[in-house]
């Protein structure tokens, strides 16, 4: 390992205290001689003083603790260093950590983010907006447009939400999806375009999506009533049904008749009525537990 790494710690993902993590980060960077430089995010110029650092200390790792918004931050910003980036899971909903099945304690993260072998991520780009983990337009970007606006954060502000968008549910919107498959027209709650298999609270949503094959997956939640829906986000039901479409490409346009709630990676992105995607293969180093390395 080279004399400088990186540990970029975003203060306010997941309304968590850092006190104690960067704490234990410090006891651990000590006990291995590791040269560390820490960097706070501030949401103001963040990417581009990431990439100055790089320049100047020319990391061997970039150490992240924060959400999936910090980590897609830090991906593009590094996107041109070959450097390998560990995860230390610190937001509301820490998705890609949940895929990679990183484990619970920090000290375990701790070995896996400094010292464990990586593997080479697809990203996902979407209207020219790059998407590491989980992307949908409909239902779920409408509950996470409802809980940004929430006070109450972490899981139970994102249950809260789930809870109040499925209450107040709209129609559904009418789908056109093409690419090199056959068309599909149909009505959907949400699709997700899925470059791994699992919300960050645990949901299943892709089973057979893998973060390294060159593709993405397209799931579509046609027109199904409220149980249903709640079911599905709830994790209590298998995804082999009618109601439940997935198209595995390496690209896509969803154009929808109205405008629909976007989101990308758990961050809010406005109404869209055309999406269009595209895979970018092996795009991010990234560090995994040592199970992870024996099934890539």
């Given at each position: 390992?080279?004399?400088?790494?990186?540990?970029?710690?975003?203060?306010?993902?997941?309304?968590?205290?850092?006190?104690?993590?960067?704490?234990?980060?410090?006891?651990?960077?000590?006990?291995?001689?590791?040269?560390?430089?820490?960097?706070?995010?501030?949401?103001?110029?963040?990417?581009?003083?990431?990439?100055?650092?790089?320049?100047?200390?020319?990391?061997?790792?970039?150490?992240?603790?924060?959400?999936?918004?910090?980590?897609?931050?830090?991906?593009?910003?590094?996107?041109?260093?070959?450097?390998?980036?560990?995860?230390?899971?610190?937001?509301?909903?820490?998705?890609?950590?949940?895929?990679?099945?990183?484990?619970?304690?920090?000290?375990?993260?701790?070995?896996?983010?400094?010292?464990?072998?990586?593997?080479?991520?697809?990203?996902?780009?979407?209207?020219?907006?790059?998407?590491?983990?989980?992307?949908?337009?409909?239902?779920?970007?409408?509950?996470?447009?409802?809980?940004?606006?929430?006070?109450?954060?972490?899981?139970?502000?994102?249950?809260?939400?789930?809870?109040?968008?499925?209450?107040?549910?709209?129609?559904?919107?009418?789908?056109?999806?093409?690419?090199?498959?056959?068309?599909?027209?149909?009505?959907?709650?949400?699709?997700?375009?899925?470059?791994?298999?699992?919300?960050?609270?645990?949901?299943?949503?892709?089973?057979?999506?893998?973060?390294?094959?060159?593709?993405?997956?397209?799931?579509?939640?046609?027109?199904?009533?409220?149980?249903?829906?709640g079911k599905i986000i709830t994790g209590n039901?298998?995804?082999?049904?009618?109601?439940?479409?997935?198209?595995?490409?390496?690209?896509?346009?969803?154009?929808?008749?109205?405008?629909?709630?976007?989101?990308?990676?758990?961050?809010?992105?406005?109404?869209?009525?055309?999406?269009?995607?595209?895979?970018?293969?092996?795009?991010?180093?990234?560090?995994?537990?040592?199970?992870?390395?024996?099934?890539?």
């Open positions: 390992m080279k004399n400088n790494n990186i540990l970029v710690v975003n203060p306010i993902s997941g309304g968590l205290d850092k006190d104690a993590l960067i704490e234990s980060i410090n006891v651990f960077v000590e006990k291995h001689k590791i040269n560390l430089f820490t960097y706070y995010t501030s949401g103001v110029a963040d990417s581009e003083e990431i990439k100055e650092l790089c320049n100047s200390l020319k990391p061997d790792r970039m150490i992240v603790a924060g959400g999936d918004g910090t980590i897609k931050m830090v991906a593009e910003a590094v996107q041109d260093f070959d450097v390998i980036i560990g995860i230390l899971p610190a937001g509301s909903a820490n998705g890609l950590a949940v895929d990679l099945n990183l484990p619970e304690t920090v000290e375990e993260n701790l070995e896996i983010a400094f010292f464990n072998h990586y593997m080479e991520m697809d990203i996902i780009c979407i209207n020219g907006k790059k998407s590491i983990h989980l992307s949908d337009i409909g239902l779920n970007a409408e509950m996470i447009k409802n809980y940004e606006g929430s006070a109450i954060r972490g899981k139970l502000g994102y249950a809260l939400q789930t809870l109040y968008t499925l209450a107040d549910l709209d129609d559904p919107f009418t789908a056109t999806i093409t690419g090199e498959f056959p068309t599909v027209i149909c009505e959907a709650r949400m699709i997700v375009i899925a470059n791994s298999q699992k919300y960050g609270t645990g949901i299943s949503i892709n089973p057979n999506g893998k973060m390294d094959d060159g593709k993405f997956e397209l799931v579509i939640l046609k027109n199904m009533d409220l149980i249903i829906l039901i298998p995804l082999d049904t009618d109601d439940i479409e997935i198209i595995s490409t390496e690209k896509a346009t969803i154009i929808t008749d109205i405008p629909v709630s976007f989101q990308i990676d758990g961050e809010y992105c406005g109404m869209q009525n055309q999406l269009d995607i595209k895979i970018l293969p092996k795009q991010m180093k990234v560090a995994i537990p040592r199970s992870e390395q024996l099934t890539i």
